[in-house]
């Protein structure tokens, strides 16, 4: 069982990453957590899979990953 069961999802946009975890919604600034992300274009940015566990993101076009639970220490809620 994943850290967030099923209770979480994903989305990007050219400047920030956005999770919804147990209906709460967190935005971070892509520049601030992620080069690589921040630099992609839009097409590789919304080609991520989330791990089985839930633990992290990856972008495979980007060869990046992030931890979800690494993400939530910086949070920002909107």
């Known amino acids: 069982m ?12 050219d400047n920030y990453l956005y999770l919804v975890i147990d ?3 967190y935005n971070f600034e892509l520049k601030k ?5 921040y630099n992609a274009n839009i097409s590789d940015k919304k080609k991520f899979v989330l791990s ?9 076009a980007i060869d990046e990953d ?3 639970s690494a993400l939530l220490k910086m949070q920002t809620d909107i």
Do not use: E
């Not at 994943?2 to 946009?13: A, E, P, R, Y």
């Not at 957590?33 to 992300?37: F, K, M, V, Y």
């Not at 089985?52 to 495979?60: A, D, E, L, M, V």
């Open 52 to 60: 089985p566990s839930k633990y992290g993101i990856h972008w495979f």
């Open 23 to 25: 209906n709460i919604t």
């Open 2 to 13: 994943g850290l967030f069961k099923d209770n979480i999802t994903v989305d990007i946009d």
């Open 66 to 68: 992030l931890s979800i």
């Open 33 to 37: 957590i992620s080069q690589r992300l």
